[in-house]
C-alpha cells in the first residue's frame, strides 16, 4: 500500500500567515489522485481539493493545492482563525486508499 | 443538498453487538460508493471498507475485514456497520462518507456527522 507522510506534524502560525502543508508518498500516485482535507476540532473532515489541485465546491481560492508523483503541497494565504484546524492527505490512485496522519495547525 | 445523517452516540459494553446507520439524501443513493471511516481517540483517519449499494458490492481494507460488516439498504438509502462483538478497542468516532466518483477508490466529496461508540464495561 501506499504509504503517505504528512510534515510538518504541527505548524504553529499567527493570524494573516502563510501555512505550507506537505504531504509525501511512499511510491508514485497514478493520475496525482491526491485528495486534502480539513478537520476542524469536533467535526466531521470536509473535503478541500482533488486531483491534487481542484478546489472542491465553496472552498475559497486561499487554498491551493500542488505537486505530482510523490510530493505534494497544500497552501494556505492568509491564514484565519477558523483555518486553525488539521489537515490530511488521501491518495485514491491505488488501492487500497490511504491517508496521511495528519498536519495540526495551531494558533501561535 | 448532499446529506449523510448518523447517530450521535452508542454505548456498549464489551461482547454486545452493535450496528450504526447512515442515512443519505439529495442524491441518488444507489450510484455512489459509501465509505466507512474510523477515527480513534486522537487520530487519523482509517479507511474501514466501502459498500456500492446498487449490487452490495462490499470490500474491506485488511485490517477490518472479518471484524465488522458493512451492507446497505437500498430502499431506504441507508448504509450500516455493524459489529457481533464489540472489544473495548473499537472505542472511536466511525464516520460514513460518500465516494464521489464512480470507482470503489476515490476521493469522499460529503461525510456524515459521526458516531461516538464508546465500549466500556
Known amino acids: 500500500e501506499i504509504v503517505l507522510t504528512q510534515s510538518p506534524a504541527t505548524l504553529s502560525l499567527s493570524p494573516g500567515e502563510t501555512a505550507t502543508l506537505s504531504c509525501g508518498a511512499s511510491?508514485?500516485?497514478?493520475?496525482?489522485?491526491l485528495a486534502w482535507y480539513q478537520q476542524r476540532s469536533g467535526l466531521a473532515p470536509r473535503l478541500l481539493i482533488s486531483?491534487?489541485?481542484n478546489r472542491a465546491t465553496d472552498i475559497p481560492d486561499k487554498f491551493s493545492g500542488s505537486g505530482s508523483g510523490t510530493d505534494f503541497t497544500l497552501t494556505i494565504s492568509r491564514v484565519e482563525p477558523e483555518d486553525f484546524a488539521v489537515y490530511y492527505c488521501?491518495?485514491?490512485?491505488?488501492?487500497?486508499?490511504?491517508f496521511g496522519q495528519g498536519t495540526r495547525l495551531e494558533i501561535k | 443538498e448532499v446529506q449523510l445523517v448518523q447517530p450521535g452516540a452508542e454505548v456498549k459494553k464489551p461482547g454486545e453487538s452493535l450496528k450504526i446507520s447512515c442515512k443519505a439524501s439529495?442524491?441518488?443513493?444507489?450510484?455512489?460508493?459509501v465509505a466507512w471511516v474510523r477515527q480513534m481517540p486522537g487520530k487519523g483517519l482509517e479507511l474501514m471498507g466501502i459498500v456500492f449499494p446498487a449490487d452490495s458490492d462490499t470490500r474491506y481494507t485488511s485490517s477490518f475485514e472479518g471484524h465488522v460488516t458493512i451492507s446497505a439498504d437500498m430502499s431506504i438509502s441507508t448504509a450500516y456497520l455493524q459489529w457481533s462483538s464489540l472489544k473495548a478497542s473499537d472505542t472511536a468516532i466511525y464516520y460514513c462518507?460518500?465516494?464521489?466518483?464512480?470507482?470503489?477508490?476515490?476521493?469522499?466529496?460529503?461525510w456524515g456527522n459521526g458516531t461516538t461508540v464508546i465500549v466500556s464495561s
Open positions: 439529495g442524491y441518488t443513493f444507489y450510484n455512489y460508493w
Open positions: 511510491r508514485s500516485i497514478p493520475s496525482n489522485f
Open positions: 486531483g491534487a489541485s
Open positions: 488521501q491518495q485514491y490512485g491505488r488501492s487500497p486508499i490511504t
Open positions: 462518507a460518500r465516494n464521489a466518483g464512480g470507482t470503489a477508490d476515490y476521493y469522499m466529496d460529503a
